[in-house]
């Protein structure tokens, strides 16, 4: 079955630091992978996405993501943290199934940025 | 450009009371889902939708009904509140045909039942 493992429930940086957060899905396939943010309140925003072709992956607000195929990685990451990046963020995946695509999401990762 | 509208945003129900919650999106979006999402646990599928008139059940359905009367609409049915229904529900619609299938979201609506 697919499932999104995101092993860090929180995480806290102070701002200007590096940031990695951890992905990893299991699927037969390469699926579909998605990272999605949410700021209180709010919907999901989607930051990036992946099927093929360049493993590392730009998306917005200065985030990128590397897909492993040989880790079940799809890690997101960000140079430098700014304030405004402290929200939860949801790792998903998605398959093609039953006429539709079904999207699984992990447990999601709250980041708390320092000043 | 609205995107997905989830109406209302917030709501208070009584257990046993019964509410609809209204999903619209106007991007011409074959495919739309409800989600809920609880403390710790991400959001799980409750029903889906590939077309006009079409549901299926997700991961989460039971205590819940849905229609899609009209592509741009899907309702979210409660017909006797729980409190184990307290969470707040996504809608969210997909194209049809896109090379990687973006999910676009709705603001949510925050359901508490007491």
């Known amino acids: 079955a697919q499932s999104v493992t995101q092993p860090d429930i929180h995480i806290t940086v102070s701002e200007g630091a590096s940031l990695e957060l951890r992905c990893n899905y299991s699927y037969g396939a390469t699926p579909y992978l998605f990272w999605y943010v949410q700021s209180p309140g709010q919907g999901l925003q989607l930051l990036l996405k992946y099927f093929s072709g360049d493993t590392l992956v730009q998306g917005i607000k200065g985030f990128e993501a590397e897909f492993k195929r040989s880790q079940s990685s799809f890690n997101l990451r960000k140079p430098s943290v700014h304030w405004s990046d402290a929200a939860e963020y949801f790792c998903?995946?998605?398959?093609?199934?039953?006429?539709?695509?079904?999207?699984?999401f992990g447990t999601g990762t709250r980041l708390k940025v320092l000043a | 450009n609205a995107g997905v509208t989830q109406t209302p945003k917030f709501r208070v129900l009584k257990t046993g009371q019964s509410m609809t919650l209204l999903c619209a999106q106007d991007?011409?979006?074959?495919?739309m889902y409800w989600y809920r999402q609880d403390p710790g646990m991400g959001l799980r599928l409750i029903h889906y939708s590939v077309g006009e008139g079409t549901t299926a059940k997700g991961e989460v359905p039971d205590g819940y009904n849905v229609s899609r009367l009209k592509k741009q609409n899907f309702l979210l049915g409660l017909e006797s509140a729980a409190p184990s229904q307290t969470s707040v529900y996504f809608c969210a619609s997909t194209p049809r045909g896109q090379s990687v299938p973006e999910a676009f979201f709705g603001q949510g609506t925050r359901l508490t039942v007491v």
């Open positions: 998903a995946s998605s398959s093609r199934g039953s006429g539709t695509y079904k999207y699984i």
């Open positions: 991007m011409n979006h074959e495919y």
